[in-house]
């Protein structure tokens, strides 16, 4: 009898532990492709940037009137 329940529990923690990780590979997979896409927006800003920077230093864009420090 306590054998076949210490098998029973094992089955279970088992079981338990094979969903853990499964998990944590889905959440692994997930913090992956938000790093992707937040690599890909910082990539994307810092060329906006650098054309707004390279816009500004070179006149082809108006100064702002309506700009204040």
């Known amino acids: 009898m306590e054998y076949a329940q210490l098998k029973a529990s094992h089955a279970q923690l088992k079981a ?3 969903q853990i990780k499964a998990s944590q590979t889905q959440q692994k997979a ?4 938000q790093k992707t ?3 890909q927006q ?4 810092e060329q ?3 054309m707004v920077m390279n816009m ?4 082809t864009c108006a100064p702002n009137p309506f700009f204040t420090v």
């Not at 500004?56 to 006149?59: D, E, H, I, L, M």
């Open 48 to 50: 906006l940037r650098e």
């Open 42 to 45: 910082k990539t994307a800003y």
């Open 16 to 18: 338990e532990s094979e």
């Open 56 to 59: 500004a230093n070179s006149g």
């Open 37 to 39: 896409a937040y690599e």
């Open 30 to 33: 997930e913090y992956e492709q």
